[in-house]
């Protein structure tokens, strides 16, 4: 820089140093900005050589850009000083207001710390204010917080002087307009990768959604979107094309309705009882013609942004070929495999559902009752139930049951675990816990306010009216010689028509029930004792008429026992009854009279 004496010098060079800060603010990217630095330094503030040593983020500072020197430039570009060498150099020397100068007189002692340096050969001075190679003049950026952003060095002023009082200022003034524009650099590249990065963000999303409408759209099973709270909580926004085919309705339809619309009505509790994140239910839904498929269905919530609205996401499995499987299975287990009809444990169930531990005919009053419960005793224990049948307590046993195939599946029900009673004779059913039979309502429940409809028997063959559970005990007559002569073919096919008689004989609600072999038995409520007595004679009749079989007509007769279940009983107990009448109505009658064919 010339003599700053002069004004017009002056002029000069404040014209060229606006020139070079204007270059400052056209730099594209943050390396730019830094070569225009130094680059400006050489070209307009009259240095020959210039270096930007630029703040990392772990402070220290790395050589970003230089000018005036390829050779140095190569050397020591990128090279990194640690920050307490350069805050050493910034208090050591002479403070020039915002800048610092080391004389070469004290900067001997940095020639070995880490900030890298260059070396230039030249005459010691020969006077006061000649510039001398190994002085050094730095001039610190700070940003707008007050932290250090940078540092600029200086070397080789090219009128060969330290700088005077302008030059100085205008190093300072040039030093302070770098730092806004690293800052605004700095700023720009910030902001242009976050641009990169949302845009990239942006990308992400719309693959994803992309991936999320492929796997809703086009899911082998049926998907929805449902509000969230609100009055229209629950309401149907999307369904996929799975969903739509399964419950045969558009989907322009779908969305005018909730899950709660298409569930059947035996299901909504289960549906209400189901949580919105990570609920599953097993249950029906509407379809168009009426009918109702059985689904699965899996909820989790999904939020539309951080802050956004949730939304239900529920996956809709179309289970009715397992549900068909179960009940095939549970049917299996239920019921005889060669007539269809319930077998033995499932008339255990049936049976053991009605009846509960508790003999009709004890009946203790609120007031024993509320003396028993003081008195530290345990409910009715001091009444002993002795009885095998209940007396006429006021409660007729009109329950009823639910049809041949309505009753809930019993097949491990207690009993006997095969079809029914191995042996013949009336200790058949004997061995058996009097109690265990499934459906039996607990004794803890027995008392005169419990709700349990009890069963009670008439107590004669004489019909006074009383009406209850007639269990008929069905064996047949001269099955066994069919069998024997014409095989288990021929057998077969008379139980099969047998059970269809015996069920075509009786009511709807009856139950009729194979035990095994050729033993039948039909179960009835509501029947008085000469009810029951013409039913049995009814059931018989049907029996005895030939049955056709191959091309030949066989005939069986039939045995009928008539026993009456009662509460207090057990379900075996009540069994065993009706077949000891069973064989003693066999035993009244001849064998000519027995076989019927």
Same mark, same amino acid.
Request: proline share 5%.
């Given at each position: 820089?010339?003599?700053?004496?002069?004004?017009?010098?002056?002029?000069?060079?404040?014209?060229?140093?606006?020139?070079?800060?204007?270059?400052?603010?056209?730099?594209?990217?943050?390396?730019?900005?830094?070569?225009?630095?130094?680059?400006?330094?050489?070209?307009?503030?009259?240095?020959?050589?210039?270096?930007?040593?630029?703040?990392?983020?772990?402070?220290?500072?790395?050589?970003?850009?230089?000018?005036?020197?390829?050779?140095?430039?190569?050397?020591?570009?990128?090279?990194?000083?640690?920050?307490?060498?350069?805050?050493?150099?910034?208090?050591?020397?002479?403070?020039?207001?915002?800048?610092?100068?080391?004389?070469?007189?004290?900067?001997?002692?940095?020639?070995?710390?880490?900030?890298?340096?260059?070396?230039?050969?030249?005459?010691?001075?020969?006077?006061?204010?000649?510039?001398?190679?190994?002085?050094?003049?730095?001039?610190?950026?700070?940003?707008?917080?007050?932290?250090?952003?940078?540092?600029?060095?200086?070397?080789?002023?090219?009128?060969?002087?330290?700088?005077?009082?302008?030059?100085?200022?205008?190093?300072?003034?040039?030093?302070?307009?770098?730092?806004?524009?690293?800052?605004?650099?700095?700023?720009?590249?910030?902001?242009?990768?976050?641009?990169?990065?949302?845009?990239?963000?942006?990308?992400?999303?719309?693959?994803?959604?992309?991936?999320?409408?492929?796997?809703?759209?086009?899911?082998?099973?049926?998907?929805?979107?449902?509000?969230?709270?609100?009055?229209?909580?629950?309401?149907?926004?999307?369904?996929?094309?799975?969903?739509?085919?399964?419950?045969?309705?558009?989907?322009?339809?779908?969305?005018?309705?909730?899950?709660?619309?298409?569930?059947?009505?035996?299901?909504?509790?289960?549906?209400?009882?189901?949580?919105?994140?990570?609920?599953?239910?097993?249950?029906?839904?509407?379809?168009?013609?009426?009918?109702?498929?059985?689904?699965?269905?899996?909820?989790?919530?999904?939020?539309?942004?951080?802050?956004?609205?949730?939304?239900?996401?529920?996956?809709?499995?179309?289970?009715?070929?397992?549900?068909?499987?179960?009940?095939?299975?549970?049917?299996?287990?239920?019921?005889?495999?060669?007539?269809?009809?319930?077998?033995?444990?499932?008339?255990?169930?049936?049976?053991?559902?009605?009846?509960?531990?508790?003999?009709?005919?004890?009946?203790?009053?609120?007031?024993?009752?509320?003396?028993?419960?003081?008195?530290?005793?345990?409910?009715?224990? /001091? %009444?002993?139930? @002795?009885?095998?049948? #209940?007396?006429? $307590? =006021?409660?007729?046993? !009109? *329950?009823? &049951? +639910? /049809? %041949?195939?309505? @009753?809930?599946?019993? #097949?491990?029900? $207690? =009993?006997?675990?095969? !079809? *029914?009673? &191995? +042996?013949?004779?009336?200790?058949?059913?004997?061995? #058996?816990?009097?109690?265990?039979?499934?459906?039996?309502?607990?004794? +803890?429940?027995?008392?005169?306010?419990?709700?349990?409809?009890?069963?009670?028997?008439?107590?004669?063959?004489?019909?006074?009216?009383?009406?209850?559970?007639?269990?008929?005990?069905?064996?047949?007559?001269?099955?066994?010689?069919?069998?024997?002569?014409?095989?288990?073919?021929?057998?077969?096919?008379?139980?099969?028509?047998?059970?269809?008689?015996?069920?075509?004989?009786?009511?709807?609600?009856?139950?009729?029930?194979?035990?095994?072999?050729?033993?039948?038995?039909?179960?009835?409520?509501?029947?008085?004792?000469?009810?029951?007595?013409?039913?049995?004679?009814?059931?018989?009749?049907?029996?005895?008429?030939?049955?056709?079989?191959?091309?030949?007509?066989?005939?069986?007769?039939?045995?009928?026992?008539?026993?009456?279940?009662?509460?207090?009983?057990?379900?075996?107990?009540?069994?065993?009854?009706?077949?000891?009448?069973?064989?003693?109505?066999?035993?009244?009658?001849?064998?000519?009279?027995?076989?019927?064919?």
């Amino acid at each position: 820089m010339e003599t700053e004496s002069e004004p017009y010098v002056r002029l000069a060079t404040l014209r060229q140093l606006h020139r070079v800060v204007a270059e400052l603010n056209t730099a594209r990217s943050l390396a730019d900005t830094l070569q225009t630095v130094v680059d400006g330094i050489v070209v307009g503030l009259g240095y020959e050589l210039a270096c930007v040593n630029l703040v990392r983020p772990d402070g220290d500072l790395v050589v970003a850009a230089f000018a005036g020197d390829p050779a140095a430039e190569a050397l020591i570009t990128g090279r990194v000083g640690s920050r307490a060498s350069w805050e050493r150099r910034l208090t050591m020397g002479e403070s020039w207001d915002g800048l610092r100068f080391i004389p070469h007189t004290e900067g001997w002692v940095l020639m070995e710390d880490d900030v890298p340096q260059w070396h230039t050969d030249g005459p010691d001075p020969r006077f006061e204010d000649e510039w001398h190679p190994e002085d050094r003049l730095y001039a610190p950026m700070y940003a707008s917080g007050g932290e250090l952003l940078g540092v600029i060095s200086v070397d080789r002023p090219r009128n060969g002087r330290r700088p005077g009082a302008w030059g100085r200022e205008a190093l300072q003034m040039y030093a302070f307009q770098a730092a806004i524009a690293i800052s605004n650099a700095r700023l720009r590249a910030n902001m242009q990768r976050a641009l990169v990065r949302l845009e990239r963000e942006q990308q992400a999303l719309r693959a994803s959604e992309e991936s999320f409408r492929q796997a809703f759209e086009y899911a082998p099973s049926g998907m929805a979107i449902a509000e969230m709270g609100g009055d229209q909580h629950g309401r149907l926004l999307r369904t996929n094309d799975a969903l739509c085919r399964l419950l045969g309705r558009p989907a322009s339809v779908l969305r005018r309705y909730s899950f709660s619309d298409l569930v059947h009505p035996e299901d909504i509790g289960t549906l209400l009882r189901t949580s919105a994140e990570g609920g599953r239910a097993e249950l029906r839904l509407g379809r168009r013609d009426g009918t109702y498929v059985w689904v699965s269905l899996r909820n989790s919530v999904v939020a539309d942004a951080a802050d956004g609205p949730r939304f239900l996401l529920t996956h809709v499995e179309d289970i009715e070929e397992r549900k068909r499987h179960e009940l095939q299975l549970a049917h299996r287990a239920s019921h005889d495999s060669l007539t269809g009809l319930p077998n033995s444990a499932e008339l255990r169930a049936r049976l053991g559902a009605r009846l509960c531990r508790r003999p009709q005919s004890v009946r203790a009053s609120a007031i024993e009752a509320l003396d028993a419960a003081f008195e530290g005793r345990d409910g009715y224990d /001091g %009444h002993a139930a @002795h009885g095998g049948h #209940a007396g006429h $307590g =006021g409660h007729a046993g !009109h *329950g009823g &049951h +639910a /049809g %041949h195939d309505g @009753h809930p599946v019993g #097949a491990e029900a $207690g =009993g006997a675990g095969e !079809h *029914g009673f &191995h +042996a013949d004779g009336p200790d058949r059913f004997a061995g #058996a816990d009097p109690f265990e039979f499934p459906g039996a309502p607990p004794a +803890a429940s027995d008392g005169p306010y419990d709700h349990h409809v009890h069963t009670v028997a008439p107590a004669t063959d004489i019909d006074d009216g009383t009406k209850g559970l007639a269990v008929l005990f069905c064996d047949l007559d001269g099955f066994k010689s069919i069998n024997d002569r014409f095989g288990h073919h021929t057998g077969d096919a008379v139980l099969i028509e047998v059970a269809r008689r015996l069920t075509t004989g009786v009511r709807d609600g009856d139950t009729v029930a194979r035990l095994g072999g050729d033993e039948f038995v039909v179960l009835a409520d509501g029947l008085g004792a000469a009810d029951a007595a013409d039913l049995a004679v009814r059931l018989r009749n049907a029996i005895i008429p030939p049955i056709r079989v191959d091309g030949r007509a066989v005939r069986v007769g039939a045995s009928f026992g008539i026993g009456w279940a009662s509460c207090g009983m057990s379900a075996d107990e009540v069994l065993r009854s009706a077949d000891q009448r069973m064989y003693i109505e066999k035993r009244s009658r001849s064998k000519a009279h027995r076989r019927a064919g």
